[in-house]
């Protein structure tokens, strides 16, 4: 606590205590002393609203939110002010603050309205998923799903199926380099979305749905484009005024087309799925499922939550999968002595086994700093966000109304060179030093306390099965020499055009 804030409420304890004591006059002083401890948001500095706005439309600003992060942090310190279309947000841009603000978030933490994906459902009549729902009605799926994917056994156990998942990805590298005379595979975040609906599925149903195979069936590709388009549509829909909804119906209509999809995809695989398990109770047969929507239906989740909850599972499962491990290997094959490495790490662990386990890549220190750091520099969200929604609280100096929307300025403090040197070079070993200890909150890829991800370990084991699996198997080196790709924001920070890698037999 500031001193002066000390100060002011063994002020104010004292005049409870002894009022006659206490002169009015002093009363007075004190108040001033608590006024002017914090300030308010109207003090607080930022872009007009006609200059963010400018920003956004004019300049390409949707997808450089990132790096409007840096420059606004550059312009007017740690914390300031924007109106993001009709939203007023607090933009903060520090570790510390974000700790502040994370440690008042409360027991049932808000993320932001992400009022779009609500009015969506509300419109369609559709159940929350975890990544939606709010107060009681999230807790009560939170702690179901946490039963069966934050628990490290639980979460082993799909290692046999994930690794299915791997094989079948490593086939299709193969394929996909033998079309090319230089065994390049072009846009590899492509490969790995496919990989990571393939992979969720597989989680979530116990069955393959085809995206690895040669011919990739229509409705996958149709799916991860809804995906995109939605992601889009987000930022787009969430920065126009709703007046302007009626104008430009065009993003509104397409963000709605996009979940339709999403929701009809879920279904049909939930349903399918529900319907060979009724014959086999019909035949008498046991029924036993390793997998997540067998157990949602035994905790006997509606229906219709099922259907939302697995939507919004299988949507989380796909971008953030492809990125990681686009980023990974981008970075790996432009630092070829740590790419070797880490070859040296995994072959040391592996010695003559073939496919590594949850336990041989627990013995991969290089591995997880591998992951970290590209996390570090390229986080899949690089601005969460938090709601305070019952009472004002304390940041820094500003006391922050509740119910105002503050975003956290992930990607600017994770290339902050106060608290990661060479904040923009790819230096894994950073990690791995026990002296060199960062701050805990300056990189946070999976974000914070009770909301934080729900499929971290799920996501970390099959990142590192699968980075595991490549690097045995091939050698990855950029298409061109000194060619860079840099991020971009479409809600979450993907690769702004295709990587290309050579992919190399081992
Ligand atoms: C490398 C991959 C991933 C990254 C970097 C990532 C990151 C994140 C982040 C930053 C959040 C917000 C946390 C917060 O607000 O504090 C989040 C939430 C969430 N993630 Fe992930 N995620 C990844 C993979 C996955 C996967 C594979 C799944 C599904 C199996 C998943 C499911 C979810 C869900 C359901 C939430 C909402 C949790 C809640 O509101 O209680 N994520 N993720």
Redesign the pocket.
Known sequence: MPQTLKLASRASWLARCFPELWPDSLLKSQARVLKKTHKTLEEMPGPSTMGFFADLFCKKGLSRLHELQIEGKAKYGPMWKASFGPILTVHVADPNLIEQVLRQEGKH?I?SDLSSWKDYRICRGHAY???TAEGEE?QQI?SI?GKH?LKPKEVESYTGTLNEVVSDLVHRLQHQRSLHDQHVVKNVADEFYKFGLEG?SS?LFESRIGCLEPTVPKETETFISSINTMFVMTLLTMAMPKILHQIFPKPWQKFCESWDYMFAFAKGHIDKRMAEVSEKIARGEKVEGKYLTYYLAQEKLSMKSIYGNVT??LL??VD??S??LSWSLYELSRHPQIQSALHKEITSVMKDNLIPTAADVAQMPLLKAVVKEA?RLY???PG?ARVISDRDIQVGDYLIPKKTLITLCHYATSRDEKYFSNPNSFQPDRWLHKDGAHHPYASI?????K??????R???L??YLALARILMHFEVKPEQDGQTVRPMTRTLLVPEKEINLQFLSR
């Open positions: 933490p993320r998923g975890l990544l999230w939170r799903l994917m969720i989680v919004e599972l989380a499962g953030t999968i990125s990681t996390l986080p899949v969200i969460n890829p999976f974000g914070f306390g909301r934080s991800c729900i499929g971290r799920i996501a970390e099959e990142v």
